[in-house]
């Protein structure tokens, strides 16, 4: 089955994930350039009816074993190596989300293939994949050529999700695999976050701070213009993990995915475990003193300067414009 293209799905208590459709509409065109099919990968325990909405592929694979009820890096892995080995395809698309990320730390080893991590992009290129990657917590780009077959790990915003959906139904076949052994790690219970005070994920502004907010006392700045634009607060990890804000205000892959139609990035570098979290708002502004802070990657507008100098004018100028709409 040289030539096929496969997308590991990502699903979590009976939903599929958005990156799920993001990395069907990337395997399509992969897919469409080496000239194969493209096969969508279910892996878990009395989830078949989840395969309808995997219409985007030309078939399914599904694995079902009591086992996968939960995700498990070993587990996944074994039943994952034994799969590419039958039906050797020529990539493996895997999204990077917290259930999968530590699949692709495992299987490359088991298989004995190429791996190309913290994927912005790729594409096929006489034959062979061609991936836009991140080194270095985003802080530099590179690209990589690999030949088939090839591992990839995905990112979240490759593409659009919302292309990646399909009504049709595609076809199903499930597989048989010589069930895993046990695994060390044993999946115990969920724990559900608390409420907070805002839900961030319904704001259509945010005024999101990152470590050059420098103090707590300083997200008073912030908060001044989130109440200017009727928006709310948010951070990056490193300000949550200080508990200058609370976990329900973290935006990014260990905290909520955000779609406002104003994101406002105030001394946030850019990690991409921060930008697969914001980097669907409909607007992005980033404020950041450094010019090649990666956050300007995905900002549609970037104002390099002192978030302690911007923050204030902001604030300013939008009290102004809405006193002059009311008189």
């Known amino acids: 089955m040289a030539g096929n293209i496969w997308v590991l799905a990502d699903h979590w208590r009976g939903q599929l994930s958005e990156i799920t459709y993001e990395l069907l509409v990337l395997g399509r065109?992969?897919?469409?350039?080496?000239?194969?099919?493209?096969?969508?990968?279910?892996?878990?325990?009395?989830?078949?009816?989840?395969?309808?909405?995997l219409g985007a592929a030309d078939s399914v694979l599904y694995v079902d074993?009591?086992?996968?009820?939960?995700?498990?890096?070993?587990?996944?892995?074994?039943?994952?190596?034994?799969?590419?080995?039958?039906?050797?395809?020529?990539?493996?698309?895997?999204?990077?989300t917290n259930a999968l990320w530590e699949v692709v730390g495992v299987l490359p080893a088991q298989l004995q293939i190429p791996f190309v991590n913290f994927c912005l992009d790729a594409k096929m290129v006489a034959g062979q994949i061609r991936a836009r990657c991140l080194?270095?917590?985003?802080?530099?780009?590179?690209?990589?050529?690999?030949?088939?077959?090839v591992l990839l790990g995905i990112l979240s915003g490759a593409r659009l999700a919302d292309q990646g959906r399909a009504e049709k139904a595609p076809a199903v076949e499930e597989v048989a695999v010589t069930p895993p052994g046990s695994s060390r790690v044993r999946?115990?219970?969920?724990?559900?976050?608390?409420?907070?005070d805002v839900d961030i994920t319904q704001q259509e502004v945010l005024v999101s701070v990152g470590r050059g907010i420098q103090t707590q006392d300083n997200i008073a700045?912030?908060?001044?213009?989130?109440?200017?634009?009727?928006?709310?607060?948010?951070?990056?990890r490193p300000v949550i993990d200080q508990g200058w804000l609370p976990l329900s205000r973290q935006v990014g892959k260990s905290g909520a995915s955000v779609k406002?139609?104003?994101y406002l990035a105030c001394g946030?570098?850019?990690?991409?475990?921060?930008?697969?979290?914001?980097?669907?708002?409909?607007?992005?502004?980033?404020?950041?003193?450094d010019p090649q802070a990666p956050i300007f990657n995905v900002a549609h507008y970037g104002v390099v300067?002192?978030?302690?100098?911007?923050?204030?004018?902001?604030?300013?100028?939008?009290?102004?414009?809405?006193?002059?709409r009311a008189a």
């Open 260 to 262: 406002p139609k104003l």
């Open 305 to 324: 300067a002192d978030i302690f100098e911007v923050l204030p004018v902001l604030t300013e100028e939008i009290r102004r414009r809405q006193a002059s």
């Open 135 to 149: 080194l270095y917590g985003g802080k530099m780009e590179a690209t990589v050529t690999a030949p088939g077959p």
């Open 65 to 96: 074993l009591p086992e996968l009820a939960e995700p498990s890096a070993d587990v996944y892995g074994q039943v994952l190596a034994q799969l590419f080995q039958a039906k050797q395809p020529q990539t493996l698309l895997v999204p990077l």
């Open 29 to 53: 065109e992969l897919a469409a350039e080496a000239g194969g099919s493209l096969q969508a990968i279910l892996l878990g325990h009395n989830v078949k009816d989840l395969a309808a909405g």
């Open 268 to 289: 946030i570098s850019g990690a991409p475990e921060h930008v697969e979290g914001m980097r669907n708002a409909a607007l992005i502004v980033a404020v950041n003193t």
């Open 187 to 196: 999946f115990k219970q969920y724990i559900e976050a608390e409420a907070g």
């Open 221 to 236: 700045l912030a908060q001044e213009l989130a109440d200017a634009f009727g928006g709310a607060v948010s951070g990056s």
